[in-house]
């Protein structure tokens, strides 16, 4: 059995998880998760890496829903400048990174994931056309990367994107849903 590290913001996103998984609560945003992650990675060893928790639907996905996606992009990256698309960097051995491909290549889905919160790069939606938005999968999942391990995005939709959804909307969404996420991530880890 391979050892799944599950990568979550907040603990709330992943009570009782820890009886089936490696866990590991990261913090708000791709920083703190690329950090705490990859610091992890090394520390226990993990063979594959999911980013899980909540995220925000851009309206065709319902809320409740867990959902695994295919492709994680991000806004924060800006190298036009070099003549690089918006999200796109160079890596460590100077190759261009546009997207991260998650080990889930049926969905065709794509979460846009930013350290900046939705509100703010509603002009990057008609760039990527994204599904979903969160905050942490683009560092978890560059951590993975940078470690050579595999990597997956799956949560849990808590609201839709401009429905002006309050920190206590989500927290009930995260609450009623858990169980859901719960129940994907153990399919997935069968599957492995």
Known sequence: MKKIL???SDKAEIKGFEKH??????GVGPILASAKTAGE???SGAEVVISVGTCGSLGRIKRGEVVSFSTVVTPDQDLSSMHLSLGATIDWNRSTIKELRTGDRK???T???SGTFTSSYRDAFSHFSPDCVDMEAYGVGIAALSLGIPFYAVKLVSDIVGD?????????SMREGRERLLEVLLEL???L
């Open 6 to 8: 599950v990568v979550a």
């Open 21 to 26: 998984f490696l866990t590991l609560v990261s």
């Open 41 to 43: 990675i090394v520390k």
């Open 107 to 109: 969905s065709g889905l």
């Open 111 to 113: 979460l846009l994931s």
């Open 164 to 172: 002006h959804s309050t920190v206590g909307d989500i927290s009930f």
């Open 189 to 191: 880890k069968d599957s």
